[in-house]
């Protein structure tokens, strides 16, 4: 039983009267956009990430919906918001997925290191990495020609310049040199932060923070010495003095969950979009490259990704009347897209499996999604997701709708980018309220 003191007084409302399907379906029903509000910790801002949800999102339900010491799951966790609005409300968070950037900033986030230690640490690293550059250029240079196979200097000699890697291999060597898990953590963070971004940093790409990258030949990127010490100095300001407890995290697909059946008091979560339409790989590997991983084998796992639009290997399931209407329809339009959107239906099919499985009897989860169009085609997400919920044994309580704050929220375009692609279906989402029913 996780034994933290709650940081502020739980507020009281009149919603904890209701019975659970009540306040459910009246927050479902309720607002749900919170424009201009300021949400949660600032640690939530640590990293970009494309399409995060405002903390205030998953925090309502988490607040409104269990006690402290529930367990609240997020099993597709991405950038970790609904795992730390858990941990500071005082329950147990439980986060799995399989992209090695989502794992890592939860390792950072939900343990946190010292704040102390980690000023004078991090003052003591740039001190050595600029010592190294000026006095150790040829180790380095050893070093730097060790850490990528042929394709991935391929990859980092196109997208970071010369001075530039050797700035990030003096970097990332100091970090991974340290002996204290909790700062290697927070400086990674801080590290990857710098080349995943929204504007600036220290690659020649522009737009990585919207997976939509493309290269800037005449960009003038910044030193990454200077940009690790802008970004360390401001989340600094954030790290908390208390520590958070209470959280596990694990390397796993959302439609295996390595829990036990009927373990979870609530799921809050917000599944990625079917064909790629929000390429997280594609921006995520700029800084993952750095980290240890080859582009050979983040191009492998990003094929497991659900929503990936590899079909060869891919298990089918058959889905119910309405879903496969929808893929009927797509595949007639175009067949590979067809196939695309039934292996997303398939793989939501067995998460949604999974996340009954897990949840408590009579306990709610929460899928937070938004309009795709492929081939001109609206593939009716929140419909089909419904209805495979309740394939799945689900109750469906009710369906929100929220405005997208589109200054706040990341996504890969623009509102002047000629109303195409993406932005063309992204103004608005959808927030899909489920019970699981009781015994």
């Known amino acids: 039983m996780l034994q933290t003191e709650l940081p502020f007084d739980p507020p009281k409302s009149a919603m904890k009267n209701l019975p659970y399907r009540g306040r459910l379906s009246d927050l479902l029903k309720g607002e749900l956009d919170f424009h201009g509000q300021k949400g949660g910790t600032a640690v939530h801002a640590w990293h970009a990430f494309p399409a995060r949800f405002p903390p205030q999102l998953p925090g309502v339900f988490i607040n409104e919906l269990t006690q402290p010491g529930d367990i609240v799951l997020d099993p597709m966790m991405g950038s970790c918001t609904t795992l730390l609005e858990a941990v500071i409300s005082g329950r147990r968070a439980v986060g799995t997925d399989i992209d090695p950037l989502s794992l890592g900033l939860a390792q950072a986030k939900l343990n946190t290191a010292d704040i102390a230690k980690a000023e004078v640490s991090g003052h003591e690293l740039i001190e050595k990495v600029k010592y190294r550059l000026s006095n150790g250029k040829d180790a380095l240079g050893k070093i730097l020609k060790k850490r990528f196979d042929a394709k991935t200097k391929t990859f980092a000699d196109y997208w970071f310049a010369h001075d530039t890697q050797f700035e990030l291999i003096a970097l990332i060597n100091e970090i991974e040199n340290l002996e204290d898990k909790s ?130 290997d891919a298990e089918m399931m058959p889905l119910p009347e309405y879903s496969e209407n929808i893929v009927s329809r797509l595949t007639a339009l175009d067949q590979k897209k067809g196939r695309v959107l039934h292996r997303y239906y398939s793989e939501m099919s067995r998460t949604l499996s999974e996340m009954h499985r897990v949840l408590r009897p009579g306990r709610a989860a929460i899928l937070v999604v938004g309009t795709s169009v492929i081939r001109g085609m609206n593939i009716e997400i929140r419909t089909c997701l419904k209805e495979i919920g309740e394939h799945q044994g689900f109750e469906h309580v009710h369906t929100g709708i929220r405005r997208l704050d589109r200054n706040r929220r990341m996504m890969p375009a623009r509102w002047n980018s000629n109303n195409t692609g993406i932005e063309a279906r992204m103004h608005e989402e959808y927030v899909v309220g489920f019970l699981k029913p009781g015994r």
């Open 183 to 312: 700062l290697r953590a927070f400086f990674t963070l801080v590290f990857s932060a710098i080349i995943i971004t929204k504007s600036g940093g220290v690659s020649l790409a522009r737009d990585l923070a919207h997976t939509r990258p493309h290269r800037v030949a005449e960009k003038i990127p910044g030193s990454a010495i200077t940009e690790f010490r802008k970004r360390l100095r401001r989340n600094l300001r954030h790290l908390t003095c208390r520590p958070y407890t209470g959280s596990l995290v694990v390397g796993a697909n959302s439609q295996r969950l390595p829990l036990k059946e009927d373990s979870v008091d609530l799921i809050v979560t917000s599944p990625p979009y079917a064909s790629n339409a929000i390429d997280y790989m594609r921006a995520h590997k700029f800084s993952l490259v750095w980290l240890g991983h080859s582009v050979s084998s983040l191009g492998r796992l990003r094929r497991k990704y659900i929503g990936g639009e590899t079909i060869s």
